[in-house]
């Protein structure tokens, strides 16, 4: 009698965690980078820092924009593929952006800019 409930609770369990899985996991799918994105904080090297407040990032279906201070970075195309945005701007240079995580209100992204190591945490702005 005692394998037998926790045979039927190991199953219970299992079968909550494949349900619960799912719909986590249908609804990052479902999450659109097209938009207006603003930054609510930002890493450097892996510590926090304030200079980068008032950045943002806007994605349409072909073309992508950041005031970032990188020329070119304004109404340039980009390419998501495999959850790495791929921006090509001026003399066909392109900068990677890694998505660590994406729903429909938060957007966290990862960089190298100029060697150094980027991590931005943004939440779409909704007009």
């Not at 279906?61 to 990188?70: A, E, F, G």
């Not at 660590?100 to 945490?121: A, E, H, M, P, Y």
Request: glycine share 6%; with cysteine.
């Amino acid at each position: 009698m005692r394998i037998s409930n926790y045979l039927f609770l190991f199953l219970l369990m299992i079968g909550y965690s494949n349900c619960t899985s799912d719909s986590v996991v249908s609804s990052k799918k479902a999450a659109s980078i097209e938009g207006h994105w603003e930054l609510v904080e930002a890493y450097r090297s892996g510590r926090k820092t304030e200079s980068l407040g008032g950045t943002y990032f806007t994605f349409t279906s072909d073309k992508m924009s950041t005031n970032l201070p990188i020329n070119g970075a304004i109404d340039s195309p980009y390419t998501n593929q495999d959850n790495i945005i791929t921006q090509t701007i001026v003399n066909d240079i392109k900068i990677n952006y890694t998505i660590q995580d994406l729903t429909i209100d938060n957007l966290r992204l990862n960089t190298k800019l100029r060697g150094v190591d980027f991590s931005f945490l943004l939440k779409r702005k909704v007009e």
